[in-house]
């Protein structure tokens, strides 16, 4: 897939890091150097020509996200520096003020930290329970499970669409629906599913989703919270200062602007924003379906040819995204990781911030591979290559 858009490519490294971050095409980087080297200039506070211009280019970047993700209305967009931002302003913005003792929020213990650790931080202070929907043998999330979990006291139900260490794509558009019957709060983690697959907050019943430009071949430091216009408006920003207020008076009167603009205090990160717009254009005009189809394929064909190499331990072999983790029997990963490195491959080793997935798993730390658009099946024959090559991994390290 177009793999001469993306520039780093040159270097011959083979990059499966992807789900920790995306390699960036031209056309985003492009964007970026546009806007500091023809308009540089700050949003909503200027009244000449390059400020007006930031200001349309930056609201543009609103709307193509609220047309990505099929949101009512642009104003129900909030920019933000990620996931972990757009999380942890939802939890302590919103959740905080209708949750009370005794009430139950549902996660699972395959959670990123960011979904994991707000929760624990905002229940130690409230005092609700936060309890598991529990994994299945592949240690997925089926519905049966999610219904059963549910009980009178759920308020919120939590949940990445894709996890990051099995990436099973979760039931997102089935719990959605459960929690509009019985009137729970669903919030989705969308940072390893946005970039990769179709998401629809209308049709999905979502009434909070958190993503990360960076994700999605958008540059670091930005992304988004997309929340339905009545919780937004019941959400309390996390920073106050400029840009976000109308008017504040020695006599301590203030008032703050209205959603999303209220969210977004001082100078935003404007050439993140508009990089992440490209990279959304980007993403348009290859297509979600291809790219997700490409991907899963390069995964079943990696699962495939590992089958070849022996002493390999695969954790997550049913799941069906571009989302590979696995070990070499009685090897640590970093280990793994530090060999493969050595032939110019990219994989993450380590916990990969699921710390509490190791009770499901029996694994601390695992190698995880994710795969996106520029990479080949070429590349996963020389990940096989070199992973037979295993007896070699301690005579490699330097
Ligand atoms: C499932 C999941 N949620 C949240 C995050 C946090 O994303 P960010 O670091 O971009 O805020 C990650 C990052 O790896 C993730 O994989």
Redesign the pocket.
């Known amino acids: 897939m177009r793999l001469e858009d993306f520039p780093i490519l040159k270097n011959n490294i083979i990059y499966f890091d992807n789900?920790?971050?995306t390699f960036k095409p031209q056309k985003v980087i492009d964007k970026i150097n546009e806007y500091y080297k023809e308009y540089t200039s700050n949003a909503h506070r200027g009244d000449y020509d390059y400020s007006l211009k930031v200001d349309t280019e930056y609201e543009n970047v609103r709307v193509k996200i609220k047309d990505f993700i099929n949101a009512k209305q642009k104003e129900e967009i909030v920019f933000t520096?990620?996931?972990?931002?757009?999380?942890n302003q939802v939890i302590f913005g919103y959740c905080s003020k209708i949750l009370k003792e005794g009430d139950e929020v549902l996660i699972s213990k395959a959670?990123?930290?960011?979904?994991v650790l707000p929760w624990m931080i905002l229940s130690e202070k409230i005092g609700f329970n936060i309890k598991y929907i529990p994994l299945d043998s592949n240690y997925e999330i089926n519905i049966e499970d999610v219904k059963k979990s549910i009980t009178d006291k759920t308020k919120i139900i939590s949940l990445?669409h894709?996890?990051?260490v099995i990436g099973d794509i979760r039931p997102i558009k089935e719990i959605g629906s459960i929690c509009k019957e019985r009137n729970i709060l669903f919030i989705v983690?969308a940072?390893?599913s946005i970039g990769h697959l179709k998401i629809d907050v209308e049709d999905m019943n979502i009434d909070f989703l958190?993503a990360?430009a960076?994700?999605m071949l958008g540059p670091?430091g930005t992304?988004f919270l997309y929340g339905k216009m009545d919780y937004l408006k019941e959400t309390d920003p996390l920073m106050y200062g400029g840009g976000m207020n109308s008017y504040f008076e020695s006599d301590f009167t203030y008032e703050l602007k209205n959603v999303p603009l209220k969210f977004e205090a001082g100078t935003q990160n404007i050439a993140g924003v508009l990089g992440m717009g490209a990279a959304i254009d980007y993403l348009k005009e290859i297509g979600l379906d291809k790219i997700h189809e490409y991907e899963y394929e390069l995964k079943k064909y990696a699962v495939s040819k590992l089958k070849e190499v022996p002493n390999i331990i695969i954790y997550n072999e049913k799941s069906k995204s571009g989302c590979l983790t696995f070990n070499i029997d009685k090897v640590f990963s970093q280990d793994t990781a530090v060999f493969l490195n050595n032939y110019n491959i990219c994989v993450r080793s380590g916990n990969?911030?699921?710390k509490i997935l190791k009770d499901e798993i029996g694994a601390t730390n695992t190698c995880r591979a994710i795969f996106y658009l520029y990479n080949t099946k070429e590349e996963i024959d020389k990940f096989v290559e070199v992973l037979k090559m295993q007896d070699k991994i301690y005579d490699n390290i330097v």
């Open positions: 789900g920790a971050t520096s990620g996931t972990t931002h757009s999380l959670e990123h930290a960011s979904n990445a894709v996890s990051n983690d940072a390893q958190a990360s960076h994700k670091t992304g990969h911030c699921a």
